[in-house]
């Protein structure tokens, strides 16, 4: 079972910022939150991930509450071309290595012009 | 580098049938897995692997087989084709490890299966 809730669907007007929540209330400490994205019916894409400091790359910001119950993303400026299925998944890494990515349904992010 | 080759891209059978899907990846990637993705669904794990010789099942293993003889190269059998095994399939690598958790993984462009 995915361990996050996200809402099934969003807006965003295009050139605004786009914030996704994503719950995941029952994180463990060696669990990471990491994001994909799914653009039409090709195969997902990594966008960023994070323990438990914000993080921020080319593509997104990843903000993480300190009690690591909740995170949201942030595209700055989205554009038409960020229209995706978002997903939101905690994983969890160790010495034997990484856990397999478990998908959720995530959330469809509709950028509208 | 090539990233994640996925082949075929479209493929029709009918039922009873076997086949394999191959994927290949040229980036010395000791994780790889499968998944697979019904319409208006997220993906689901099949079967993955940590490396050579290694393999173990994911979340929906039944009807499908898996082995890993090299590093590169992961393939899917399915054993006797089902109409609900039609989907489309994602193959994945990525490192095992990485320094601070992050080990992103990259998709092939995924096949296109249809069981008739």
């Known amino acids: 079972d995915a361990k996050t809730t996200q809402p099934t669907s969003m807006d965003c007007a295009e050139g605004r910022a786009a914030n996704l929540p994503c719950n995941h209330s029952?994180?463990?400490?060696?669990?990471?939150v990491y994001w994909y994205r799914q653009i039409h019916s090709q195969g997902p894409q990594y966008i960023i991930h994070g323990l438990k400091n914000n993080e921020t790359n080319e593509m997104a910001s990843l903000i993480i509450t300190e009690d690591r119950k909740s995170s949201t993303l942030i595209l700055p400026h989205a554009t038409l071309r960020d229209t995706a299925v978002y997903y939101c998944?905690?994983?969890?890494?160790?010495?034997?290595?990484?856990?397999?990515?478990?998908f959720g349904k995530g959330t469809r992010l509709s950028v509208i012009a | 580098n090539a990233g994640v080759t996925q082949t075929p891209k479209f493929q029709v059978l009918k039922t009873g049938q076997s086949m394999t899907l191959q994927c290949a990846q040229d980036?010395?990637?000791?994780?790889m897995s499968w998944y697979r993705q019904d319409p208006g669904m997220g993906l689901r794990l099949i079967h993955y692997s940590v490396g050579a010789g290694i393999t173990d099942q994911g979340e929906v293993p039944n009807g499908y087989n898996v082995s890993r003889s090299t590093t590169e190269d992961f393939p899917l059998r399915l054993l006797s084709a089902a109409p609900s095994q039609t989907s489309v399939y994602f193959c994945a690598s990525s490192y095992s490890r990485h320094a601070g958790g992050g080990a992103e993984a990259f998709f092939g462009q995924g096949t296109r299966l249809t069981v008739v």
């Open positions: 998944i905690v994983r969890a890494t160790g010495l034997s290595g990484n856990t397999p990515l478990v």
């Open positions: 029952t994180i463990s400490g060696n669990e990471y």
């Open positions: 980036m010395n990637h000791e994780y």
